[in-house]
């Protein structure tokens, strides 16, 4: 397989008053662009996170790893709690990632962890078809709400770690809520983070697979 030339940058994303720090990954041949949301700030380019970006982009898509929170804001326990403010965070970088010639037209997926998962949820509740996709991994789908739940068009993956019994718990009542396309992975001797041997790459390889299939169906039906 050739390898792909790839283009790096650092962006700012315009959000209200603040502005969002991210780094923006462009494989030369694109399939899709997946936005990676997360609460926390200063980690989006640790080896952990952008593991599953790495084997995205070798699939050809895109990524944007978006920090939602300011280093200040991620002090506050509130604010990094707040999912309707992490939300409108996610809706500006959804509406740069549009902006934006390299992106625009591509199917946009997005991937969310902890809290952020509720936050990339809402968001696809309310941008109805735009959205192609959406992965959770060990998140809080739940606190995204039944309502939001249940308007969700995008094809939808949650993914628990086994030993992480509460949480699969949250998830299995965010999942009874959806109504859209599904599917419900519990990944065996995997914890909160998945940070046990070979946990992470069965995670990337559950979002690859995810995302291949239904960016395909919604490009077919954009061209169609």
């Not at 283009?7 to 502005?19: D, G, L």
């Not at 926390?40 to 084997?55: E, F, H, K, Q, T």
């Not at 790893?65 to 506050?76: C, G, I, Q, T």
């Not at 959406?134 to 628990?160: C, K, M, N, W, Y």
């Amino acid at each position: 397989m050739m390898c792909q030339q790839m283009q790096t940058e650092r962006v700012r994303i315009r959000a209200e008053s603040i502005e969002l720090e991210g780094t923006l990954r462009l494989p030369e041949v694109r399939a899709g662009v997946v936005l990676f949301a997360h609460g926390g700030a200063g980690n989006r380019l640790s080896p952990s996170n952008d593991y599953v970006g790495s084997i995205l982009r070798a699939a050809r898509f895109a990524t944007l790893w978006v920090d939602l929170l300011a280093p200040h804001e991620m002090r506050n326990l509130h604010t990094r709690f707040d999912v309707p403010l992490l939300t409108k965070r996610l809706d500006a970088a959804c509406d740069w990632l549009r902006q934006q010639e390299e992106t625009r037209d591509l199917p946009l997926g997005l991937f969310g962890a902890g809290h952020a998962s509720a936050a990339a949820l809402q968001s696809a509740a309310s941008r109805g078809s735009e959205i192609a996709g959406i992965v959770s991994r060990g998140g809080r789908p739940d606190l995204a709400g039944q309502h939001a739940l249940a308007r969700i068009a995008a094809p939808t993956l949650l993914i628990v770690g086994g030993l992480d019994e509460a949480v699969i718990q949250m998830n299995r009542t965010a999942y009874a809520s959806l109504r859209c396309k599904k599917r419900f992975e519990i990944i065996p001797g995997a914890t909160h983070l998945f940070e046990e041997p070979g946990n992470l790459e069965v995670v990337a390889r559950l979002a690859r697979s995810w995302f291949q299939s239904h960016f395909h169906t919604r490009a077919s039906s954009l061209y169609a």
